[in-house]
């Protein structure tokens, strides 16, 4: 049992814990503890694999078409909600922000919204995706009760953050907040306001991957020289240093290296395909993949086998289950911190309108298109009336969703 933690920024820097049997132990920590938001964030800048499927997916989550709906389902038009998020704040599109967004999600398995307000009930003037590495959550991530009663709400909505700011440190209260997860909260540490980073689950991976870029950087730079071997049989005299030096000098543009005896030249690498570095990086891509809710149809630049029909249903299948969770995660913490559920009003994103959905749209048209020559049969066997005719496809086109 954690009895006392203290953070700087976000990280955990020392730890007081109790066992069951009543010992205290002490920890001195690396600061990555708890919160590895700033390691994250910079292996995600860094590590070619995890920059490539975090990119991606943000790209295609960015896109949403976001519209509002009134209690009967209608689009409500000129919605200032929908303004609100496709000029964000002065600095960001929709994209830009959304973009943002799914990066901290997927990354530090978090992302705080921080919405500015004149009053408390207004549309919020601006928003702004706090950056993780720059939050200390001023031990607010450590819920100590249950919250039951307004009063409890209210005091919790009451505590703030601690948000840094070109050195200059700001408090926001929780009320000007807005959560969301990649994973489901609370999963560990009692933090309801906190989920678990993807990327802590495959770090050793990811780490393997950097230092087999590096390895093949270095065997790269090496294979362009070669090492002077002894080969000294007694009837060939040993280079000096001097001479050797000299010699060294000389050829310094030619990648040679040089001991100080009689020499065989030899390559320092001489069949980098024994190494298997890109078999052991195209292994290890795959692996981050399936971390992140995709396969190698989605994305993989090593399958070779991979048809462009597999790939069209991958990555469709991706967006469906689950760059569009993500989205409906997001509208409905929005649509409840402003009150839209309250009036039966929702948020909704939605990406039918892109290309590489027209292969479900058209799915759904031909199979609408079936049903509804099945039903003129029914129809004129006497085996359906037009009642049950117009409520079976209704049915049907909720289920279809068009």
């Given at each position: 049992?954690?009895?006392?933690?203290?953070?700087?920024?976000?990280?955990?820097?020392?730890?007081?814990?109790?066992?069951?049997?009543?010992?205290?132990?002490?920890?001195?920590?690396?600061?990555?503890?708890?919160?590895?938001?700033?390691?994250?964030?910079?292996?995600?800048?860094?590590?070619?694999?995890?920059?490539?499927?975090?990119?991606?997916?943000?790209?295609?989550?960015?896109?949403?078409?976001?519209?509002?709906?009134?209690?009967?389902?209608?689009?409500?038009?000129?919605?200032?909600?929908?303004?609100?998020?496709?000029?964000?704040?002065?600095?960001?599109?929709?994209?830009?922000?959304?973009?943002?967004?799914?990066?901290?999600?997927?990354?530090?398995?978090?992302?705080?919204?921080?919405?500015?307000?004149?009053?408390?009930?207004?549309?919020?003037?601006?928003?702004?995706?706090?950056?993780?590495?720059?939050?200390?959550?001023?031990?607010?991530?450590?819920?100590?009760?249950?919250?039951?009663?307004?009063?409890?709400?209210?005091?919790?909505?009451?505590?703030?953050?601690?948000?840094?700011?070109?050195?200059?440190?700001?408090?926001?209260?929780?009320?000007?907040?807005?959560?969301?997860?990649?994973?489901?909260?609370?999963?560990?540490?009692?933090?309801?306001?906190?989920?678990?980073?993807?990327?802590?689950?495959?770090?050793?991976?990811?780490?393997?991957?950097?230092?087999?870029?590096?390895?093949?950087?270095?065997?790269?730079?090496?294979?362009?020289?070669?090492?002077?071997?002894?080969?000294?049989?007694?009837?060939?005299?040993?280079?000096?240093?001097?001479?050797?030096?000299?010699?060294?000098?000389?050829?310094?543009?030619?990648?040679?290296?040089?001991?100080?005896?009689?020499?065989?030249?030899?390559?320092?690498?001489?069949?980098?395909?024994?190494?298997?570095?890109?078999?052991?990086?195209?292994?290890?891509?795959?692996?981050?993949?399936?971390?992140?809710?995709?396969n190698k149809n989605v994305l993989n630049p090593f399958d070779k086998d991979s048809t462009f029909e597999n790939q069209t249903q991958g990555v469709v299948s991706y967006i469906q289950n689950t760059i569009q969770q993500t989205?409906?995660?997001?509208?409905?913490?929005?649509?409840?911190?402003?009150?839209?559920?309250?009036?039966?009003?929702?948020?909704?994103?939605s990406y039918d309108h892109l290309p590489v959905m027209q292969s479900v749209i058209n799915e759904k048209i031909a199979t609408l298109t079936e049903f509804q020559n099945m039903v003129k049969i029914a129809k004129e066997n006497?085996?359906?009336?037009?009642?049950?005719?117009?409520?079976?496809?209704?049915?049907?086109?909720?289920?279809?969703?068009?």
């Open positions: 049992m954690i009895i006392k933690s203290i953070s700087l920024f976000g990280r955990e820097l020392f730890r007081v814990e109790r066992n069951r049997s009543g010992q205290f132990s002490y920890t001195f920590l690396d600061g990555n503890s708890f919160i590895d938001d700033g390691k994250y964030l910079d292996m995600y800048l860094k590590n070619p694999v995890l920059s490539t499927i975090v990119n991606f997916g943000a790209q295609y989550y960015s896109q949403m078409r976001i519209t509002h709906l009134d209690a009967q389902g209608k689009e409500v038009k000129n919605s200032p909600y929908v303004k609100l998020l496709h000029t964000p704040n002065y600095f960001q599109s929709k994209e830009d922000f959304f973009y943002q967004q799914k990066v901290f999600l997927d990354v530090s398995g978090n992302d705080l919204i921080y919405q500015i307000k004149a009053f408390t009930n207004d549309i919020p003037k601006a928003i702004y995706n706090l950056i993780p590495s720059e939050i200390d959550y001023n031990k607010i991530h450590k819920i100590n009760k249950f919250i039951v009663t307004d009063k409890d709400k209210k005091a919790f909505e009451e505590k703030h953050i601690i948000y840094k700011l070109d050195d200059t440190d700001y408090n926001i209260k929780l009320k000007d907040i807005i959560p969301t997860y990649d994973l489901a909260n609370g999963i560990v540490q009692n933090s309801f306001i906190q989920s678990p980073s993807r990327v802590k689950a495959v770090a050793k991976i990811l780490n393997n991957i950097y230092e087999n870029v590096n390895s093949k950087g270095i065997n790269l730079q090496m294979s362009a020289k070669y090492v002077g071997l002894n080969q000294n049989d007694g009837n060939r005299a040993q280079i000096q240093d001097g001479d050797r030096s000299s010699i060294e000098r000389a050829i310094s543009n030619k990648n040679l290296l040089l001991t100080n005896a009689g020499i065989d030249f030899k390559h320092l690498v001489s069949d980098m395909k024994r190494l298997y570095l890109d078999e052991q990086y195209a292994s290890d891509f795959n692996k981050v993949l399936l971390a992140f809710g995709m989205a409906d995660n997001t509208m409905n913490s929005l649509s409840q911190t402003w009150g839209l559920f309250e009036r039966g009003e929702m948020l909704k994103a006497g085996t359906m009336n037009d009642a049950d005719a117009i409520a079976k496809t209704k049915e049907l086109m909720l289920k279809l969703n068009l």
